[in-house]
């Protein structure tokens, strides 16, 4: 069974940084291939948006407002993808998904989530 664990979140001060981490399990093996993986964001009462992703190759992609200050990486090996965040500031306070676009040999690909990680950043 594939699982996306996300950790990292939590609360900070405007200015301050966090990591979050996500890590794939269920996914060893010739069976599953990780395509991508990537982070969102919802905030309370908006709706979910994409904050970046990255390729198993390493191809990045950022939506524009988070270019500066965010910094997607991945380690192939752990099948987990992090998420530096810097100069945090109360607007970025939401719940922080992860999500992986996986391959089941034979079947097709899949998009999978994790239960999400609250970032909580205080004036």
């Known amino acids: 069974q594939v699982q996306l664990v996300e950790s990292g979140g939590g609360l900070v001060q405007a200015g301050g940084s966090l990591r979050l981490s996500c890590a794939a399990s269920g996914v060893s093996g010739s069976v599953f291939s990780i395509n991508a993986m990537g982070w969102s964001r919802q905030a309370p009462g908006k709706q979910r948006e994409l904050v970046a992703a990255i390729t198993s190759d390493g191809n990045t992609n950022y939506a524009d407002s988070f270019q500066n200050r965010f910094t997607i990486s991945g380690d192939n090996t752990k099948n987990t993808v992090y998420l530096q965040m810097n100069s945090l500031n109360p607007d970025d306070t939401a719940v922080y998904y992860c999500?992986?676009?996986?391959?089941?040999?034979?079947?097709?690909?899949?998009?999978?989530w994790g239960q999400g990680t609250q970032v909580t950043v205080s004036a």
């Open positions: 999500n992986a676009d996986i391959s089941v040999a034979g079947i097709g690909g899949y998009d999978y």
